[in-house]
Nanobody, 124 residues
């Protein structure tokens, strides 16, 4: 099973940017569903971006501000976050699963590999 590790979180001010990285122990190129989730204490984990065969889909609240992409070598997944708002404060997780057809969705129970998470805090 692939192992994932996030990095790049931190404390930023409203309007600033961060890039999160998710390093994989195995190749996670074509054939994988790759996603970013986030969670605030006391709330359910929510999916915010998914990469399906190279095509991204975003939760409406982050669309046009966040970009999910993978490096050409297929070992690292990224989340570029621009125009960060206090409402984006959360612990961010990357997730992966083998794509067995049927599409890739932001449903956390479908993913089999998770990182440990990285905290993003946006101050006002």
């Amino acid at each position: 099973e692939v192992q994932l590790e996030e990095s790049g979180g931190g404390l930023v001010q409203r309007g600033e940017s961060l890039r999160l990285s998710c390093s994989a122990s195995l190749y996670i190129g074509s054939g994988y569903c790759l996603a970013w989730f986030r969670q605030v204490p006391g709330h359910a984990r929510e999916g915010i971006a998914v990469l399906d065969n190279g095509y991204p889909t975003y939760k409406l609240s982050v669309k046009d501000r966040f970009t999910i992409f993978r490096d050409d070598a297929g070992n690292t997944l990224f989340l570029q976050m621009n125009s960060l708002q206090p409402g984006d404060t959360a612990k961010y997780y990357c997730a992966a699963r083998i794509d067995r057809g049927g599409g890739c969705f932001l449903l956390d129970h479908q993913y089999t590999a998770w990182g440990q998470g990285t905290q993003v805090t946006v101050s006002s």
